[in-house]
């Protein structure tokens, strides 16, 4: 029997907006064939699978990943609004265990998913010379106020930050070059990064790793980049972070980033909605 096949998009109430994600409440009989043949069919930078004891996996059109946080947003949504109601769950990924929360806002369901423990690491200087040759960008195009880091919150995101915001948004880079850069380095996405104000970034996440050129709202880099911000005390220990996702690629998107005091996972917010 064929499972049934949800389709949201998450991080945004406008159906042509967010990151969309196919979602399966109930993978009971899909092997990793089946559920990668179903992920390339739909064509969504990634698609959750979620099994009866809670455990929630995630593909991309080309393979498994540990962790991604729009299907995450999109399969919480879903369960809320396929069981009557805002909740709370706890997914078993291959990443570690995922709490959210789901509350009705403004008549929309929001979820909130709380990060594993993130952790940063410094970039070799020849593999940052190989990302930005990969995406045609000069050293004078980085921020020096927000240095190159490796971050970490359920999978790795290489961080670059643009110097301005028309660097951010002209972006050709080599798809085949960039891939081959992140699988040697394990990198789930490459998250570019231009600070607009204090707590508020424009952000972009090429995916060639997963078979897609770009991703419109990136949960998992969303967390790891709080993460990032924190360590580097370029923000609050405390804060709240707005980060603006799809914007030139025609799919705005809003993440909600909160960082506590004292707790050293990251939460990252957003709605999600149906589309056709």
């Known amino acids: 029997m064929s499972p049934d096949i949800l389709r949201y998009t998450a991080f945004s109430d406008d159906p042509d907006g967010g990151n969309p994600a196919g ?3 109930d993978a009971t009989g899909l092997d990793d064939a089946a559920m990668l043949g179903i992920a390339a069919e739909l064509g969504y930078s990634e698609s959750a699978f979620l099994y009866p004891d ?6 991309s059109p080309k393979a498994e990943v540990a962790f991604c946080g729009h299907a995450t947003v999109a399969t919480s949504v879903a369960l809320a609004e396929q069981q009557g109601g805002p909740g709370s769950y706890v997914f078993r990924t291959p990443a570690g265990e995922i709490p959210v929360t789901t509350e009705l806002v403004d008549g929309q369901v929001r979820a909130t998913l709380t990060s594993v423990e993130p952790h940063i690491k410094d970039v ?3 593999d940052l010379t190989e990302a930005l040759a990969a995406l045609d960008w000069a050293a004078e ?6 240095p190159p880091r490796i971050a970490f919150a359920g999978n790795n995101h290489l961080v670059l930050s643009a110097a301005t915001r028309e660097r951010l948004a002209d972006l050709a880079y080599d798809f085949d070059r960039l891939k081959a850069l992140m699988e040697r380095l394990d990198l789930t996405t490459v998250q570019l990064v231009h600070r607009a104000g204090e707590t508020v970034f ?3 996440d090429p995916f060639p790793v997963g078979g897609v050129v770009e991703d419109a709202a990136t949960g998992a880099a969303a967390v790891a980049f709080g993460a990032y911000a924190r360590e580097l005390a370029l923000v609050k220990e405390e804060s709240v972070l707005t980060l603006h996702q799809g914007e030139d690629m025609g799919r705005p998107s809003l993440l909600t980033v909160t960082l506590r005091a004292g707790d050293p996972r990251v939460r990252v917010a957003g709605t999600a909605v149906p589309i056709g």
């Open 141 to 146: 195009d980085l921020d020096p106020a927000l």
């Open 202 to 204: 424009h952000v972009r």
């Open 124 to 126: 070799e200087a020849a």
């Open 54 to 59: 809670s455990t929630l996996r995630f593909f």
């Open 23 to 25: 979602v399966v409440l």
